[in-house]
C-alpha cells in the first residue's frame, strides 16, 4: 500500500468520524430542544389551568354572596345545564337558536362572497360600492337593531336579520381584499393554463 492510498483511508476515516460526531451533536441538540418544548408546553398548560380553576372559583365565591336573580355561579350553571339536557328543553333552544345562526350566516356568506368577489374583478363596481360598504359596516351594529324589530318584528327573520349584519359586511371586506391581494405570479400561472387548453 502506498504512502497516497494510506493517507487517503485516513482523510476518509477523518471525515467520516466528523460526519459521525456532527450527526451525534444534531441528535443531542434537538433532543434539548424537544424537551425545551415539552417543558414550555407544560408550563403554558398549567398556567392556564391555574387561572382557570382561579377565575371560577372567585366566580364561584362572589356569586354565592350575590342576589342570584342579579348573578349566579358555576356550579348554578352546571346544575341548570344538566337538568335542561336531561328535560329536552336545551335541545329546543339550541336547535332554534341554531337554525336562525346558519340560515343568517349561510344567508351572508353566499351573498357576501358573492359581492365581494365582483367588487375586487370588476373595478367600476368596487368604486361605485366600495363608500357604501364601508359606511354601512361603520354603522354600530347594535343600533340597527331596533330598526331591524321595527321593521321584521320579534319574529326568526329579525334574528336572521341581525346575524346577516353581523357577518355580511366582515365577509365581503374580506373577500374582495383576499381577492385583491391574490400573488399576481398565480394570475399569471392561470392565463398560462387557459392558453395551453387551446
Known sequence: ??????EERLA???DLTAREELAA?????????????????TAQIAIRTISLVV???????VGRQINPVLFTYPTAVGAAAVKMIASGELWKYLSQSLIVLFAGLGLASVLGIALGLIM???WVIDIALDTYIT???SIPSVALVPVLVLWFGIEISAKI????????????????????NVDGRLTEVGRAFRCSDR
Open 1 to 6: 500500500m502506498s504512502v497516497g492510498q494510506t
Open 12 to 14: 476518509t476515516t477523518a
Open 25 to 41: 451533536e444534531q441528535q443531542v441538540a434537538r433532543a434539548r430542544a424537544r424537551a425545551v418544548q415539552r417543558r414550555w408546553t
Open 55 to 61: 377565575v371560577l372559583s372567585a366566580w364561584e365565591y
Open 120 to 122: 375586487a374583478r370588476f
Open 135 to 137: 359606511a354601512l359596516y
Open 161 to 180: 336579520a341581525v346575524v346577516f349584519l353581523f357577518t355580511f359586511f366582515p365577509i365581503v371586506i374580506n373577500t374582495q381584499q383576499g381577492v385583491k
